[in-house]
């Protein structure tokens, strides 16, 4: 093994000397505990309905409001911060599995595709530029509408929409690694094929794959509100950030607060996520670096 | 050698459109239960529920149908009958494009003139407040979820300042009837010719109101794109010794960017114009289902809604192709704009 500090060192010494990082990190931090605590942090839950007291209470810094419901009621009386808050458990879930998916079934194939090379490759990289020719929103919405709708089908659609890019991204690290000397060293000792993919090849293209898996996991977010918003995805009442934009959507005029917040949140967390993504590149990237050196 | 170029690229494209279809295919057989009783519906008759499966050929094996699907595709050029609307999905389609392709020109008319401008302004001014101003705005883009953007909007510029209409694509007040009257079924092409024929303008300004909001919402996308792909492209050439060199001949960093480093960047960012194109064309779902603007995205989002599957398949059909056929003429016509390219290089690809 080289004698080179790991994958995960190397990324947090980059984090340590960005700022941008190190503020999307703290936003991305407080956001995942607030989705975590959630339970504990809002003081009613989520679902239920009070449409005889309180419809419409406006949040706590508008006149009418306390901070009994911090960011106000829905039309159904349900507290808008309890909802954005375990909306948050769903959303942010909603970004992050559908790239564990792609990473899952698009690393070992990519991996695979690289390193053995030759016919093997051409075939898969072939059919995996298809896939990447469409837009991932795209197969998405192919497979929302044929599989029928819901959390787990939305997850599974997003997570196969990313596969061909996470595919491409180990296929061509591995490429680049497969003639290197400790490679080739590891097969003549007779380790297995596995063993030299997932011990050796892999952790040299973590950098990559990280970097990809970041931005991702921002549009995957995206893409999933999305679909939630024009009800194809999370449905109402559960509490999921696309999901209660659409439901708002008839409020708007007379309860601007029901969207603005569910909407903030996607937006914070997807920016964070496309900040973090773009200071790792730059620092990993050595053509970028000079660039912003 | 160029046209050798096109050609190649051409033919590369015919299999990403076959695999396409039989994608297409294929989903329809991931529909749990029996196909032609999902599509008909639960109160259908037995003879509807048999005529479902007589017309997509379920009784055949399944490689027949696929042929039978390409034929009816390729040769007659029909796209099949919606089972919601009742009505073939060609006719459909018809009144749909026009107002699909009349938003994207729009978006792109604001997307592609503000992009270059601040991805070559923050490249040029590197570092300065007008850098960091630019690429937030460029972060803000690919950051910001379209429909919340879109309800901002309407609250701000329809609610509070009752500038801008929310939905639809004309006042019911305009003396129009789209039906009988419509050239182009691109109403402000329509409310142009009948101003320029001294009809008056009312028809053309009212279009026009229709279509700001929806067109500033959906070109923020495209413009953060061709932002950041301008920005990056520009630093890469503006670092290269030929601009050194120009600039210490004594050319002025106007002459410079115009003459030198605008042609040498416009690869890149003239292949991400296509592909965001290539977005647009195919339907925006989203925008258009916010502002009820009656295109393709719209009709493809309904249809999901209501299990029209043979709606569904030819409106991702649509989709696809809108976005190969972009993504060609992208090839292309970097192809014609690089001297260097002798003949295509396999399987080079979009963002590179």
Known sequence: ?293 | MFIRHAFTRFVASIPVLLLLTLVLFGALKLIPGDIALVMAGERATPERVEYIRESLHLNDPWFVQYGLYLKRLVLEADLGHSLFHDQPINTLFASAIPATVELAVAALLIAIPVGLFLGVVSAVARRSWWDRFASLIALTGVSMPIFWLALLLMWFFSLNLGWLPTSGRLSDEVLFDPASQSLFRMYTLDGLYLGLAGEGWDVFTSAVRYLVLPAVALSTIPMAHICRMTRSAMLDVLQQDYIRTARAKGLSVFKVVLKHAARNAALPVVTIMFLQAGALFGGAVITETMFAWPGLGKLLVESIGSRDFPMVQSGTLFVGCMFVLFNLMGDIVVGWLDPRIKQASGTQKGNG
């Open chain 1, 1 to 293: 093994m080289t004698a080179k500090p790991s994958v995960w060192f190397q990324l947090w010494m980059e984090v340590k000397h960005n700022r941008t990082a190190q503020i999307a990190l703290l936003i991305l931090f407080i956001l995942v505990v607030c989705a975590i605590a959630a339970p504990w942090l809002a003081h009613h839950d989520p679902l239920t309905l009070n449409l005889e007291t309180s419809r419409f209470v406006p949040p706590f810094f508008v006149e009418g409001g306390s901070m009994h419901h911090p960011f106000g009621t829905d039309a159904s009386g349900r507290d808008v911060f309890a909802r954005v808050l375990h909306g948050g458990r769903i959303s942010l879930a909603l970004g992050f599995l559908p790239v564990v998916i792609g990473v899952g079934l698009g690393v070992p194939l990519g991996l695979l595709s690289g390193y053995l090379g030759g016919r093997v490759d051409q075939i898969l990289m072939r059919i995996n530029d298809c896939l990447l020719a469409f837009p991932s929103i795209l197969l998405a919405l192919i497979l929302v509408a044929f599989l029928g709708q819901g959390i787990v089908n939305l997850m599974i659609a997003v997570g196969i929409a990313y596969a061909p890019t996470f595919a491409r991204v180990s296929r061509g690290a591995a490429l680049g690694e497969r003639n290197k000397e400790y490679v080739v060293g590891a097969f003549a000792h007779g380790a297995s094929l596995s063993r030299i993919l997932f011990k050796h090849v892999l952790p040299n293209t973590l950098n990559s794959i990280v970097v990809v898996a970041t931005m991702s996991f921002a549009s995957a977010l995206l893409e999933s509100a999305g679909l939630s918003f024009l009800g194809l995805g999370v449905r109402p009442p559960v509490p999921e950030w696309g999901a209660m934009l659409a439901e708002g959507k008839a409020d708007f005029y007379q309860a601007w607060w029901t969207l603005v917040f569910p909407g903030a949140a996607i937006f914070l967390t997807v920016l964070s996520l496309n900040m973090l993504g773009d200071a790792l590149r730059d620092a990993l990237d050595p053509r970028s670096e000079r660039r912003t050196a």
